[in-house]
């Protein structure tokens, strides 16, 4: 039998195969960086995408917080608003309540008696006066509680005659002013 000698084809066949593994090789590691370029570039995308998201999210936040801080202004403005219509309409209600004021203090002061000085702070109203007794005065304090628009009369000081002078009793009296429209004092 004649001997033939295969070293030579398995050895081309070896090289055969390395060269067709190094190609295998090489062509998987260029896809497998085509495939991590590709996915690079997709995540890469995807961040930029949502950073822009982020972003106009950012702007419509601030214009919202702005509208916001426009909308706490315009109700601090009511607010006051609202205040400044309640003085107004409580001055306008207590309007009257001076002439009120003015005229039973003169339908109260009996005969022998005179004023000489009323101070008004708030409801509260301090009368200085001079009278020819104390009797008089007396009836004076009884009017006061009788008014409907006076009220809570409270004897300060009184004076007599022989001490001011002039003939006549110095008395000072405090009192509330009521409005009988709103049940009462205050």
Known sequence: MAQINLLPWRENLRKQRQREFGVAVGGMAIITLLLLIIGHMHIAGMIKHQN???????????????????IKDLESTKAKLLARMEVIQELQS?????????????KTVPEGAL??????????IRIDGRAQSNARVSAYM??????????????LVIETKDKTGTGLNHF???????????????
Do not use: M, Y
């Open 52 to 70: 822009n998201r982020n972003a106009f999210l950012k702007k419509e936040i601030a214009a919202v917080e702005s509208k916001i801080k426009e």
């Open 115 to 124: 004023l000489t000085k009323v101070e008004q702070s708030g409801k509260s």
């Open 172 to 186: 000072r009296l405090s009192a509330q002013q009521i409005n009988p429209a709103k049940g009462g004092g205050q």
């Open 94 to 106: 207590s309007r009257p309540e001076v002439v009120h004021l003015f005229d039973e203090l003169v």
């Open 142 to 155: 009884r009017k006061i509680e009788a008014s409907e628009w006076l009220g809570k009369p409270q004897l």
